[in-house]
Every structure is written in C-alpha cells, then in structure tokens.
C-alpha cells in the first residue's frame, strides 16, 4: 500500500515525472504549531545537488502545505503537502536501449510484471523522488515527537563501500565508541561533516574520496546508515505482531535500495552467550513532572547495557533505540551493461547514461530520521489511546 | 497489533498460562482441501521436548480446527485455530525472587511499562507459546500457495554462535555453495540433521555440542536462520510502503528474539560495487500453462545473478527469494542474575529457575517458515486483487 | 471481512454447525475487572428458547474467556471468547428439497455465488448464530465504557408488524412521549416487558398477539428496534468518513435483516424546515471533575432539542445518540414455496421446515446494544489517541 | 478517519477554506483508459451556481490529475486529484456572532469539542466542500466498474420537504412506478428534470417551487435520494461485518446532512409478512461469454421479485440494488438564531447571514453516486483477491 501508519497515517502519492510528489498526513494531532519551515530543512538535507559526490540535478523541492492548518496550527483534519516536479515532461534517460531493455537490478521489469504497463523511463514511483513525501511527513511527525515528548531522531553514515566508521567484530551494541556517540550525536553534528555525513573527520575524507572515484570509474557503491532515537517513551509498540522492532524494519525496509536492518545487537548478538547479551536493569534518574504529565510515564528502571538496542519484547523500555541499515550500491551506473530485452527475444547491450548518485547513503540520512519519526508518532497514539496514565497501577512489589 | 495481514488475516490469542494459543484466519480461499493433518506436522516441529538440547518440556500442542471448514474443504468464512495449554494453572518459574525483580532482557518491565498490570511470570504474550498461532496460520497459507503456484518454503540454521555454514566474508547472494543449496533444499533434506537442522554433517554436529556444552554451562547462544522462498510468482509486493522485502522483514522482526534481517546480498551487499551487484536478466525458461492460469503470470525472464534476492523495486521479479535472520541468546539463563528491583529501591540477585531451550533456532525454523507463508499469501492475494491476467499489456517491444 | 473497529477491534469465527462462535478483541484496554460473569447475561437475554414466541431450540450459549485477563483482570492483550455449539453436526433443517433449491431471501445463494462452496443447510455464517460473538465482544465493550464513563446503552423493541410504540407522522427526535423514555429507561425497563421487549404494556401484549397468530400461521414477521446510548462522551467519531453516525449504520446495517437506519430525526427530518429542525445550544450542567479526569473532557453546552441525535458534524455533542433500526421478517417460513433450482433447471416446491423465530427483535435488543458498545468503545480510543484534556485549546470568545 | 475503502482506497484532505480539496486514490487498477475530462462531468453535477435555487456562489471546480496516470492511462499507482479552492482566505460568513456563537445544527462546537482549535467560519472539513474529493474517487470507481462489468449507478431525488415522487405507503421494493423506473432511469433522463433532478415533471415543479418559496422565506428544507446500481456482479460484499449493504449504509451516512438510509423494502419492509417479503428465485437470462471472462462471474438466478434491494446475506445477488437516503435541512438558514456562546456565559442571537443551499438534494446526486461507486469497486476488488471464476466449485444439484 502506499499508506504507513494506523493512526498517524501517511498516504503518499507522486511519480518522478508527474506533476508532484505529495502526502496526506491523517490524524496528526491538533493545535501544533506548523509551516512550511519546520518541514523544509529535512527536504533541503535530502535534495540532490548538495555536493559534487551527488547527483548534479538541482530541485529545488519546496514543500506546500495545502490543508489541514489555520493560522499556523495544526487542525486535527488532514494535511496535504505537496513537492511539486520541477520538469513533468517525461525525460531521456538514455538512448531509444532504455525501451528495448529493462535495467539490471532496476524496478522496470518488476513494476511492469505487477501493474502490466510500461511507465516512462525515470522509474515511476520506485523513484528516489517518491521519498520527498516521506522526508516532509517525517518532518511533522518528528516536531510533534520533540515537542510533547522531547523525543530526538539522529542518522549518520557508518559506511561506505568497505570503510567503516566502526569496526564489525562485535556488535554496535559492544561497541563504547559507538554508544558514546549515539548518546550525543545531533544532526548539527552530522552536517559538521558533509558531504559524507559520517561523524569523523578522517573516515568522512575517505569515503567522500571512495565516492568520487567510483563516480570516475562510472560505478556506485554501497553503505550503512545508523539512526539513534533518543528520549522515546517506554510502553511504545504493539506485539505480537507490530513490536516497535518489527514496524521500524518495515519501514526501513521499505526505503528504496535497502538490504538490511539491525537492531541493538544485530546480527553479532547472534553470536553472543546468553550471559553477556542480558541487560541487568538499574534505577533511572529521576523523571521530571511535566514529561509524566504527556499521558505517558517515564520508566522508573533502565538498563546497564543496551544490546536490546531499546526495545525489549517488542515494547520500547525508555532507553536510546538504535539500529543499522545496509544499502545496496545504486543500479543506474554509466556503463554499458548486457542484459535481456523486456520481450526475452535476446540479450543486447543496455547503452550507459543518466546522472545519478555514486552511493546513496549521504542523501538517505534524512529518509532514515523521517521514517522514524513516523513510526514512534503512530506507536505513541497507539498507546494514548490506552490512555495509560489513567490506568495504571501500582508497581507490583511495592 | 495482534493481527497480520490485509487479505489472508491472522489474529492470533494466547497466553502460555491461558487455556490456549488460537488465531483466526480471515479470508483464506474457499475449497482448499484443510483438515488438521496439514497443520500438524510443522506444530510438531515448532513444540519443545524434541531433543536433548531442547527444553524438556514436553507439550502435545494438538491443533483443532473450530470453524470454517466442511467436509474437509475451508468454506471462505474465518478458520478458528485453537491449541490448547496443557497445564493452564500460572506456574512457579523460578522462586518468589521473580516477584521482585523483573528479569534481565526479557518483557516483564516493558509489558508493565505498557500494559500498567502485572502477569503471571511466565512472560504471556511474550512468551515463545505465543509463536504456535503463527506456525498453525503458516501451515494453511502455505498449503494454498503450495497447490496453487507451487511455492515452496525452507528454512534452515546457518549458524549458531560463531559456527557457521557459510563464511561471512560476502554476501550470501554471491556464495556458490549457498546458492546452490537454495535452489535445491527441502524440509526433509533439513530434519535430515535433527536436531539442529543445519544441513551439513559437520558444522551440525559443531553446533549440536556448543549447544551442549552451554546448556550445561547454565548459559544460552543466538544464532541464525535462513529462509528461501522457492516459485513465488512475480509480481508480489505493494510498494511503495509494503514492499515485498519490507512486508518479510515485519513479520521476521516480529519473532521473539529475532534482531536482524537481511534480504539478498544483505550487509556485505553495502560493500559492493554496483557493477558487480547488478543482476542482468537473461530469458527464462518456459512456463507451464497451468500456472499462467491461475491468475498471476510467470515472468519471461529471470536474472544471471540474484543479489537482489529476488526482489527488485520491492516487487518478486519470480527468482528464489531469501532472506537471514539474526536471533539473540534466550534471556532465560540458569545463573543468578544481579539486577534492579520493580520498585527501583534497590538492587538484588534474580535467582536461576526454569527449563528453557539454549539455543531457540532449531524450533525456530517452522515459525520463520510460516511467517514467510502469511506474506506470500498475502500479496498474492494483493495482487488478485487487481485480476491480474485479464488486464495484462502486451510487452513493451514486442 | 469479520473484524470491526480499529482499536477495540473484534475478528468472529464460526459457523452455526462448526464446534464453537468466537471472537478475539484486540486491544481491550488493561486492567478491566473482567469475568464470563459480566457477558453471560446479555448472552442471555439473546438466546432462543426464552418464550413461547421465540424459537424453541434451546441453547445454553455459556461463554468461556480463554486468554487475556488473569485474576479477573484484563491484560492488555487479545481475549479469546468462545460459545461452543452444542450439536456440531450439520442437521437436517428440511427434506431434501434443501438441497436442490436455494431458499428464498436466505443466504444460501449469495454465498455459493460468492464462496463457490455450498454449506451444510443452517446457514454458516449468515444464520443468526454468529451474532452471539457480537454480544459477548460488546457486553466487554460496555462495561469498560460504563465504569470509564458511565454510559448506558439500551435498546428496545418499537414496532411489530404494523403495531407501533410510537406514531411515524413525526420525526422521533420530535416526540415527547419517545424523548421522555430516551432520558430514562433501563434494561431492567425494557426486560419488564418480557418476551416482546417493548416497554408499554398495552403495545406490548398487542404485538405478542401478533407474533403468535404469525407463528400460528407459518408466517413472520418484521419490526423495529430503537437505541438509546446516554452520557457518550462529546468528541466521538472520525470525519470525514468515519462520522459517528456512519459507522454506527455500518455496525447496525451489518445484523442479519436489518435494511433501515435512522438516527435524530431520521427520514422525517427529511420533511422539516431548517428554522424547525436546528437545535440551539443552551450551557450545559456542571460536569464532574473526576469525569474529566478520564481524558475526554465533557461538554460546556447541550442543545435545546434533540434532532440531530446526539451527533453534529459526525461527531458526538454529549446529548443522548438515538437510532431506529428496521428488520425484515425472517426469510424461514414453515410454508412450502415455489423458487428455482440450484441449478437454474427449473421451479419447484421448497418443502416447509425448521423451527424459528416468527420475528426477531425481541432477540435483536441485546445484539443491537452489542454493537453499539463496540462503536463507541473504539471511538473512545481514537479520540484518546490525540491525548484530549491535555492539548485542549481554551474555549474562544473567553 | 479519512480513508475510505481497503483496496480501492480514497484519502481525502483539504478545508472550505485552505488552497485544494484533494484525493488520493491507491490501487485503481492500471491500464484504465483516464483523464481529467473522465472526472470532471460529475464535478459539474456538483457544483453551486448551477440555478436559481442553489447557491450563487460560482466555483469552478477544476480537477486535475497529478500522478499515477501516463500516457492517459493509469499505472496502477497512487493518483492524486486535486481541485483548487478559487479564493483561500477564511471569508466573513457573518458578523462578529459567528465568534461568539457556535452555529446551531453545523459542527463548530463539536469540532471544537473534538480536536480543542476553533478553525475559521465556514465549517472546515464539515463543509459540503469536502465532497468534492468525493465525488472526483468516485469518477475515477466508477468508470473502471462501468468499462469492467458494465455497472450502471443512477441517483435522483424523490423527496423535497413533504413532496414524495412515490408515497410511502408501501416499501419502494413493492412500488411498480419506482421498480420500472429502476431499471431503465439513466443519468440524462435525471438532468433532464434540472433544478430538482427529480424524474417526474410535475413532482419536479412543485419541488422547485417549494425550494424557491423557502429560499424567499429565510429557511431551509430536508429531501430524500434514491440511488440503482445496477449490472453489479453477484457475490459482493463481505460478511459478517462489511456486509454490501453495511458498507453502503456506513458510505451514505457519512455524506454531510444525511440522516437515515433504507435499502431494499427498508423501513415499511419491518411492516410485511414473511411470506409476503420473500423473493423466490427464477432462471436468468442467459449471460454474455465476455462478462464472464473478467473473473467473477454473472449469476445464474435471479429474483422474481427484489424486496431484498439485490444484497441477501451481505452479499449481492446480481439484481438492481436501491436505497434511499434522508437528508435533514441545511443548518444555515438566514434567520436571527437565539442559542449559547461559546464560552457557555448566556445566549445571545447569531446574526443571519450566508449564502446557502435552501435544500441539498439537488447536488447530492452525484455525491451518492460517487460513494457508492468507491463501495462497490473496493467490494469487486475483495472478491477478486480470492481469484474467484478460476477456483469455482461445480453447482451443487448438477
């Protein structure tokens, strides 16, 4: 579907080369304060053209909000935003190959199996373009987040092809560099490291220069992204089949070119003893009144450790959710490339063309905070309407 | 929430402590052949007691069918599933330490964070009893998606601890000896190396005595699960939210104890190149013309390589589709664990209790299997939806 | 499909010949005092057999909680209802006639059309029985409802046949004698009243007579069911297309036979003037502060009049929500009747048989009370969803 | 919430008052042959300024299609429709009392109740605005239903104030006049009895008259629409909760300023005897080979008579299917009102102003039409995931 969300619910709509890329924002909670501005520095930090390591189209994606706010509120009623396409015209994107050829690791062939018509070339709504409308009601979930419940959503770049900003002997959970970082880590930070966005001076030089070399080589390349969300309350996500980990990996997963989710420990916990994984729990500082006030309480408890990565049983305990996305390298790659035609009557050669970004993951950082951001939004109206708060009882043991 | 799917949905109910797990599927497809012999069989590879590394609690977990079936043949109405708890009565786990301190890593805090009640120890919801709803669902999905396209599911453990079947130096998708194997394996193949289901003699009985040896440590591990899904039609998915990949990574998160995911190359497909990632396609062999009838078209083309997985713009492109999970160590470890009290006011030793399994990924392989099931028939009926095959446009190019 | 509502959430399984009727609720808030005790009665007053004039089978329907509570409280987590059928082998509701023709105005035909499966005769899931899942999942709704906001929700028989409780010259907003029993009247009232349910005594013996000369005659016959639901918090229902009306018709319209809704004025006010039919707001009592501790704040003003029904602009107003249900007369009659074959060969005589009720809204009061509980509980939560009470505006113009 | 339908899915969004009143459409299944000229014809039905007897105000309505069409065809992705409102400043809809005054019978005071802002003058998402999104998704449903299995949907008006087209004696299913009328009235002969739309010359002037003599008067008048679909496919709908009538009821309801709703024999149906209401089955006639190709196939019997209004058991027989909707009189009336402030400190008197429809009838036409066009489409959908047509049992009897 192309809705996200129970009840902070995104609907998106929008091809690359249609008129816009737009949402519908159903339910987002009345009597926040809300521009255009609070959604397009998110949009400005996606946008291509940032650097000479992204793709050299310049859009200027400006957001508009059509609906849903009066007088700089927020009404309860939907928003409507909308990214207008600056060129509609269906483009070239390379020679007349582009229609006898389906694109290797491209989504022409898939979308054409489903849907049984051929789009233009540019790729329809498995565009790149498509996630402008996650970026903006990302933007308006994450400032209703931070203003009720202090809640902040960092990401950053962990890797580029095979340079890591942390090694992956032991998991990210292990690791006291990375724990350090996710506990401070802000996007001012991030963004003191551009073009790249990998929080170290001398593994960001490397990369950016990985990545201007496989744009001379006419080849991409892969990364990782991390995202830390800090200060999220504890009773968030709805087992047994919507544990907060589970909706995050959707959403993740449903980012275009990503091939991997990790959560606390990852893929190395599952290398560890029992014994060592176990978080033992301690006393949290205490909890200021007005935060107890939001309809949500603050967990009296955190743990020592965190290779739960936040979530214990599918529900969110109060401490800093982190996970780890791997994304594949981009298919569009100005090679030629041998592949079938779409009528399997042969192979030929797929001629090379198009601008497009060696390796994604500077340009995804803001997808990765946005996609976040609505999950804990739609997780935390899931609990509110519990009405916990009300409800609950005393600690047993007490 | 408690229910998966939008078409073919499950609802599942159940404590370990209340009279029974159950579900209810919703619109499974009328006049399939169903009777409680065709759910049997994976419940019997999902119940525990199975070995000596296995926790020796010895459940019958026998499924019975309630409704929406008639003379052997579902009726389209809802299918109630229930197995019954043997011994509902709430338990001692452990001695009256469990009433004071909620236990390191497992959902004791977050279930009272949550829920503001305290259940019975045991863990409720969150407990692996919970996993049997699932499996009794996947056995259903996968028998119609069995007789009506051919599909077929295996799942197998790839790793336990750090012993491992494949090496991790690349991507799985570029491993001959995977690949290999994903085109070919079965179920049987799998039980063949009881009681860890790793399909190697070797590495199987490696894991069988680190298995062993931490039982007898008091200590538990994680370990692994691959899953390949064989003869999905193409055409699944519905991006741009709930594509294909995004759609499995939900309901793999969703398992208990589950923190990665990995689908195609995975991690190790960031550190490609795209040149060598991209999977050209090249012309498929013919397809029968019973399954072109059946409402979604087998594609005319596959690929050469399969770093996608499978799937390509969130949609199956009709090659194998695969996917790795990462599971952490059970928490229910027979050590004392020191750790913090309900109420905060202090600190205290938890005392070792319970019989549980050291290693949860021999059980596990059923319930991945079955997941992957409530997927595929979920977006195949998705894809129905659309009567796909009457619509179809003729191939561009041609 | 067989769930309604979205947060208190309710999926039904079983067939009227299956081993049980059941439901899951998702979603029940935590914490509820909670036994078979608060359900059986509504059970009750909808099971057959009560009367002379009601069907004679006679079914105990004794309700089981299977999960979901412990120590009579609930948990958070699904409750798993079930009634078991007491004789679940397909009966013979007829000689073999039943076979070879689709009863006329039952469900026989539709679901064949729609299913491709022909059902043992009884009905499946069109037959009467599976509304006993309704009632139990509602008597849950109802007292959490009650005890959170102490509404009241009740129903009662208004017409037999042509035999009215209240003249239809008027709108029933417009009728003091109907607006004076609105304000007041209780189930202990209405069950006064007994078998028919209509709370008049002269009515009541008249429509009695009547059904037993249509029992009498192999006839039936069809009436008509009013609703009251009293101190419903105002801020319920979900614009645009979830207005507390509309979802209110898609929960009546959803019983077996009914086919009109009316709510407020109804198809009268379809007759009236604006100047006649506005309703002015006059300021309301003073609420009590423990019910605005429950996080819907209750309104400051209530209308002079009633036409509207409780509900303007889709949304609740606090003032008694009223509606009037139509129900055709049972489609089985102990008379034979001419129709065609199943397989459109040709006419002949359905033979008369089966034993039912000559009318049905006796029975239908608990069902109709069921599902409006279900209604506003879920529209409680998705009002709670936004955290009203705590982002509450201050009233303009002060 | 402001989503309508699962897979023929409608998302709405924009106020009287902001820059568009919008849709988005996901899965409209591609290949449909679509413009904006496609749309637009029912718009115009719509809009004011169309006589003497509805509003001046003169909008113009303008769609435009934004994404998931190319070419003139759709992609199967999600289409955005929006329609720019002329002029975006909050207007003066009356003096200063409309700030004190919540307006009797609109939804100022139960917005404000509900989302705790008090949005501008003139409604917001309560306005009649709002359907224009509507009747623009139903365009859309519509012609894909029309082109698929020829599905005709015909409303008209049959009541103004106490001027009936049918009396009310009888049900409308019992009514030769409206039965003849049913199966051949087309949407021309409806516009030919512009203003009313009511098929009947005489009927029609004196409803005019009427609404013109309430217009000079300062007030307002209800009415009733009654609406045939017909050539739906049989096997509709989906029990036990969205049964086809359920849905429509839930869809009409949640038109602005509807009150009540009958299908079939409706509310004088609860009037008849059993024997007289049931509707015996006959042969069809034979069925067009090419109907039968698109996957769910024609019935083979149809109904004598058709008190069921073409829906048994929840689900559609392939007969016409009709109901009638009440609609109340418009609140704004341009008549001084007595009623409380806001801040509920006295009454006072809201000064007249506006302008308005004296009656909503008219306009409504192609509001019901669009809504039930979105319910039986998302209905086809449903039935088509189970691919029925392919898995089609033998009749039984044969």
Redesign the interface.
């Known amino acids: ?4 969300g ?2 902070f ?1 995104v ?5 690359s ?6 949402c ?1 924002i ?2 987002c ?3 926040l304060a809300l521009s255009e501005a609070d959604i397009q520095p998110q949009l400005d930090r996606r946008r291509p053209g940032q650097s000479a390591i992204t793709t050299p189209r310049n859009e200027k994606d400006q957001v ?1 909000i ?5 007088a700089g ?8 935003l ?1 990214v207008p396409n600056e060129d509609q015209r ?1 483009k070239d994107y390379g020679d007349q190959t582009i ?4 694109r ?4 022409d ?12 070339s540019g ?4 565009s790149a373009r ?1 996630t402008i409308a996650r970026v903006a009601a990302g933007a308006v979930a994450e400032k209703w987040l931070r203003e009720t419940y202090g809640v902040e959503i960092v990401a950053f770049v962990t ?1 580029v ?2 340079i890591k900003l942390f090694g992956d002997a032991d998991a990210m959970s292990a690791d006291p560099a990375f724990l350090s970082l996710a506990d401070s880590i802000t996007r001012a930070d991030v963004d003191g490291f551009l073009p790249v966005r990998c929080p170290h001076a001398d593994a960001s030089r490397r990369m950016e220069a990985r990545i201007a070399e ?1 744009r001379d080589a006419h ?6 992204v991390t995202c830390v969300i800090r200060h999220a309350p ?10 907060l ?10 980012i ?1 070119a ?10 190395r ?7 060592r ?8 500082p205490s909890v200021p009144a007005a935060a107890a ?3 949500i ?1 603050r ?3 955190q ?1 020592k450790t965190n ?3 936040g ?8 401490m800093p959710i982190f996970f780890r996305l ?8 100005s ?1 030629d ?11 030929g050669v797929l001629a090379a063309k198009g601008r497009h970004d060696p390796c994604v993951v500077p340009r995804a950082v803001p997808i990765v905070e946005g996609m976040a951001a609505l999950v804990i939004a739609d997780a935390v ?8 708060g ?4 005393k ?4």
């Open positions: 579907m192309s809705s996200f129970h009840f619910r609907t998106t709509a929008g091809e080369h249609g008129r816009s890329v737009s519908i159903e339910n909670p009345p009597n508009t059509h609906s849903g706010t009066e509120r927020t009404l309860g009623t939907p928003l409507l909308t269906p229609d006898l050829y389906p290797p690791s491209h989504a062939w898939t979308y054409l199996e489903k849907y049984g018509v051929k789009a233009s790729g329809g709504r498995s498509e890797s092809g095979d496989l080849d991409s390349t892969g990364g990782s504890s009773g968030l996500g709805e087992p047994c089949f919507d544990k980990e589970a909706v995050l990996a959707h959403a993740m997963l449903s275009p990503v091939k991997g989710f990790e959560i606390g420990s990852g893929f916990g599952a290398e560890m003893n029992g014994s994984h176990n978080d033992p729990f301690v006393a949290a006030m939001l309809g309480p967990s009296r408890l743990t290779n739960s990565g979530i214990q049983g599918g529900i969110s305990n109060g791997a994304f594949k390298p981009p298919a569009t790659i090679q490339q041998t592949t079938a035609r779409y009528d399997a009557a042969g192979e109206m899931a609990q509110h309407a519990r009405q916990m009300i409800h609950m009882a600690p047993p043991g007490s």
